[in-house]
């Protein structure tokens, strides 16, 4: 996250004929430094003792999914001040594919319900957002849904991760597809909703 920030800051220097409105850049803020802290809490969830009842795991699991919840309302704010707004089949059908893993979620660990299951439904409220057809004008739009998707995807790799995967030797390699879809993610939406919320500076 740390280097997509810079990533976005090193375009905005060169491209000084325009500029975000300060609430934006606010909210570009609160998306990274939040992220930052959710993988934080997230990674140190991943290194204690592997037990579905491990008090600092599930502490460590609520605080980082409590961090990418807000997140999720700092993209759907910049989202909605792009004029994006979801429809109604678009949400449904992200809630949906985010069930899967409130069901596991639900089956292994219900007390972390409440939590898990309110990401859940941020996270596929941001994607239908971004999913948004009031979009549909903009260059950027297809690098933020694909992010979005990829958001979910990373997400529900993590929960079957947890909650289905036996195999060892698999975790390894399906790890590396949650950093990669993770990132894919954050650098699709981070710089698209960056580069879609600049504006020309008046003369």
Same mark, same amino acid.
């Given at each position: 996250?740390?280097?997509?920030?810079?990533?976005?800051?090193?375009?905005?220097? &060169?491209?000084?004929?325009?500029?975000?409105?300060?609430?934006?850049?606010?909210?570009?803020?609160?998306?990274?430094?939040?992220?930052?802290?959710?993988?934080?809490?997230?990674?140190?969830? #991943? @290194? #204690?003792?592997?037990?579905?009842?491990?008090?600092?795991?599930?502490?460590? !699991?609520?605080?980082?999914?409590?961090? @990418?919840?807000?997140? %999720? !309302?700092?993209?759907?704010? &910049?989202?909605?001040?792009?004029?994006?707004?979801?429809?109604?089949?678009?949400?449904?059908?992200?809630?949906?594919?985010?069930?899967?893993?409130?069901?596991?979620?639900? /089956?292994? %660990?219900?007390?972390?319900?409440?939590?898990?299951?309110?990401?859940?439904?941020? +996270?596929? =409220?941001?994607? /239908?957002?971004?999913?948004?057809?009031?979009?549909?004008?903009?260059?950027?739009?297809?690098?933020?849904?694909?992010?979005? !998707?990829? @958001?979910?995807?990373?997400?529900? +790799?993590?929960?079957?991760?947890?909650?289905?995967? %036996?195999?060892?030797?698999?975790?390894?390699?399906?790890?590396?597809?949650? !950093?990669? =879809?993770? @990132?894919?993610? %954050?650098?699709?939406?981070?710089?698209?909703?960056?580069?879609?919320?600049?504006?020309?500076?008046?003369?």
């Amino acid at each position: 996250m740390g280097l997509l920030a810079v990533d976005v800051l090193s375009k905005d220097v &060169l491209h000084r004929h325009t500029a975000r409105p300060r609430v934006d850049d606010v909210l570009l803020g609160a998306a990274v430094g939040t992220a930052m802290a959710g993988d934080y809490f997230m990674y140190r969830d #991943e @290194f #204690e003792p592997e037990s579905t009842e491990n008090h600092a795991a599930t502490i460590d !699991l609520r605080t980082g999914a409590s961090m @990418f919840a807000l997140t %999720q !309302l700092s993209y759907i704010g &910049l989202l909605a001040r792009l004029g994006a707004r979801p429809t109604l089949t678009g949400w449904l059908t992200r809630v949906a594919l985010m069930g899967e893993s409130g069901a596991l979620v639900m /089956a292994n %660990q219900p007390k972390l319900l409440p939590v898990l299951g309110t990401y859940g439904n941020l +996270l596929a =409220t941001m994607a /239908a957002f971004a999913g948004s057809p009031a979009l549909s004008d903009r260059p950027q739009r297809r690098r933020i849904l694909a992010g979005s !998707l990829l @958001f979910m995807l990373s997400d529900s +790799l993590i929960m079957n991760r947890r909650y289905l995967l %036996q195999d060892n030797e698999l975790r390894g390699p399906v790890e590396g597809a949650v !950093l990669g =879809t993770y @990132f894919a993610a %954050q650098a699709l939406l981070l710089g698209g909703i960056a580069d879609a919320s600049r504006r020309p500076i008046a003369n």
